[in-house]
């Protein structure tokens, strides 16, 4: 049997998840909380395009962070910002499904 073993208590919400992107992207999250944040990306419709994002910024942190510690550059914290704005506007209205 191979039972992936996921309770509710374990599983992130879209705000949740989101609070925590920016650590997830600067890499200062704990792995069990990493492994939280990217099962939701992966599994929730509404953060799908922010996980295509956050993977294209992960690479980018990865190599600033190769080059120099001083980790994410001002500009890739600004795309941040304004991703989780669009992402907490789209959270605030209704579904139109
Ligand atoms: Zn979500």
Redesign the pocket.
Known sequence: MNHIHIGPMEL????E??ARLEPFIDGELPRDERRRVSF??V??????P?FRFESRLDGTVRQSLNESEVGAPPELHAKVQRALQQ?RLA?QSPPTE
């Open positions: 992130y919400g879209c705000k998840a989101l939701h990306l599994i929730c419709r509404n953060c799908a922010l992402a959270d």
